[in-house]
């Protein structure tokens, strides 16, 4: 490949629990308050008001840093729980007076490590953050978390909108949507009828394209352009964001993209209820109703639809998740996005290479370079600091770039009628070819450019949650560069927004992915202690090139470890 310019477990539970005790799980959304004349506030009219009136209700929000309003809090569809467990999700009903907009609502419901169950069924809530002034017609950039659609909140606060909404002049969301077994179901006892988009079981999916209808109707009340309309997402966030670019469902919702770390991760309508099927098993054993999977599956055989469901329906969040197996960082090893032919294509990201995915929209899309770092430190396997860490976290970077980015860029730039895809890399902290890194101490071998790492740059937080995990890699010495790329990431995200083109004068030239041979393919984002360190480069990356690199640099016996230890260790697919 060719080189670019400039560029215990224990222990592991421990920081994840440090890590998860920052999340912010707060009580569901806060009462409803005085009542206020209907013909006081007209939908659609921003006054610069702390006020505002959505279809649904009133809603009074405060403010915030950065000469900001906020809105926390927000309900965008009906709670679904009860009789709306495993449905699509449905409107709200209208409320009467004031809601106050100053708490999150709830996260949804999930089990981290450690500290247990959190959140509740009720989670369909965003928030809203916006400049002061009387500005409007601003592009709406929706951020969609991370957390492996099984943990997580956007209540998170490294996703906080105030820097975006002050810095770039935008109006910016974070939301809530249900997650693990909750969002993505399907059994044919319980999903088996109903509407097409009930027994999709997408429910995740299909509460992300509710939110941006929300959108779509109120947010000209906050000063937003409903007709420009950016969709963001990091990790499971950005897998969404890849799914919402093909379902025919969310066509008209949104005009630009941004993925960041995601992965073409989607499963099949068989995985999906193979998963169910398993979850059965699971219960049964739980409540001493069988002693072993076999005798599980054939008490499973004999139950009715109605049993199943009824039984299913019986059990609480808690009790669903905890007969789940988890994979790194607490996330469970569920089906989540899958081709159910409604929501999602059937054909999956096939779409993408034959040019009939839904969604035809500019793209910003990319990776770090040291992805799979952050997942081998929380594992402690291999041990940090080893060559076989260095090389694995390599590797399977690498395949995840793979997957994330060029697994994507290349099929759709092959059709001539594609929007731009906008491609990058973010490089900051990991060594340069010279072994120096900008973070302190020995954390650019063992951390580097890791997952999570360009959040604050791009959302201009200021500071780093993920430091409770890695350790403090911000330091006064970095502090410059940092500032300065933090800037730029900024500015490139806001003009991508505006015009659905990252560039504008004084910035480094960001070109498209271009298919031609040689030509560049993706911009580099880096800084030293000081400067900007922005180059580009023109390589692809797919599983079989990672093989040759691997045959290329490595002599056997250690080739065949490596690629032994690439089968054996495949968090999130990444196996060959």
């Not at 009580?27 to 308050?33: G, H, N, P, V």
């Not at 959040?455 to 330091?475: D, K, M, R, W």
């Not at 041979?517 to 984002?525: F, H, N, Q, R, T």
Request: with cysteine.
């Amino acid at each position: 490949m060719p080189k670019t310019t400039k560029q215990s477990r224990p222990a592991a539970k421990l920081v994840l629990a440090a890590f998860l005790a920052v999340i912010a799980f707060t009580a569901t959304a806060s009462a409803i308050q005085t009542a206020l004349p209907d013909n006081q506030l007209s939908i659609g009219a921003w006054a610069n008001n702390v006020t505002v009136k959505t279809r649904y209700g009133l809603v009074k929000g405060f403010a915030d840093k950065g000469s900001t309003w906020c809105w926390k809090g927000i309900p965008y569809a009906a709670p679904p729980a009860g009789p709306l467990r495993w449905k699509a999700p449905v409107d709200l009903s209208p409320w009467t007076g004031i809601r106050n907009a100053k708490k999150f609502g709830s996260s949804a419901a999930q089990i981290l490590p450690v500290l247990g169950p959190k959140g509740s069924e009720d989670c369909l809530y965003l928030n809203i953050w916006r400049p002061k002034g009387d500005e409007t017609g601003l592009p709406v950039y929706l951020f969609i978390h991370g957390g492996g659609n099984s943990i997580g909140t956007g209540s998170f606060r490294d996703y906080y909108g105030n820097a975006v909404a002050g810095k770039s002049h935008m109006v910016y969301i974070s939301v809530n949507f249900r997650l693990g077994v909750l969002g993505w179901f399907r059994h044919p006892a319980v999903t088996g009828s109903g509407s097409p988009e009930d027994q999709s079981g997408n429910f995740g999916t299909l509460d992300l394209i509710k939110a941006l209808e929300w959108v779509h109707e109120n947010i000209a009340a906050f000063g937003g352009d409903p007709g420009n309309v950016t969709i963001s997402g990091e990790s499971g966030g950005a897998m969404n964001v890849l799914s919402l670019l093909t379902s025919p469902l969310a066509k008209g919702l949104f005009h630009r993209a941004v993925v960041e770390s995601g992965l073409t991760m989607i499963r099949s309508k068989a995985e999906a209820e193979g998963h169910t099927a398993k979850l059965v098993v699971n219960l049964l054993i739980a409540d001493g109703k069988a002693a072993n999977n076999g005798e599980a599956e054939r008490i499973a055989a004999k139950m009715t639809a109605p049993e199943i469901d009824a039984y299913l329906r019986s059990k609480s969040p808690a009790e669903l998740m905890k007969r789940i197996p988890t994979i790194v960082g607490g996330m469970a090893n569920w089906a989540a996005v899958y081709t159910d032919g409604t929501v999602l294509p059937e054909e999956g990201y096939g779409v993408f290479a034959s040019g009939t995915w839904a969604n035809k929209v500019p793209l910003l899309i990319g990776v770090n370079k040291d992805e799979m770092k952050l997942f081998r430190f929380l594992l402690k396997d291999p041990s940090p600091g080893t060559r076989n860490y260095e090389l694995l976290s390599r590797y399977q970077s690498l395949l995840w770039r793979a997957s994330g980015l060029d697994n994507v860029a290349k099929p759709m730039t092959s059709n001539p009628d594609m929007p731009p895809v906008y491609a990058y890399r973010f490089d900051w902290g990991s060594p340069d070819d010279s072994g120096v890194s900008v973070l302190p101490r020995n954390m650019g071998s063992v951390m580097g450019a890791n997952h999570y790492a360009e959040i604050p740059f791009f959302l201009g937080g200021g500071g780093n949650q993920l430091s409770f995990i890695t350790g403090n890699t911000y330091t006064r010495a970095n502090r410059p560069g940092r500032e300065k790329l933090t800037g730029l990431c900024m500015l490139y995200l806001a003009n991508f927004a505006r015009t659905g083109n990252p560039n504008s004068e004084a910035l480094p030239r960001w070109e498209p992915w271009n298919q031609a041979e040689g030509a560049d393919k993706y911009i580099i984002l880096d800084a030293d202690n000081n400067d900007l360190r922005i180059s580009r480069a023109s390589d692809i990356i797919s599983v079989n090139t990672v093989i040759d690199l691997i045959k290329a640099e490595l002599k056997e016996p250690e080739q065949g470890e490596i690629l032994k230890m690439l089968k054996e260790h495949p968090p999130f697919g990444l196996n060959l």
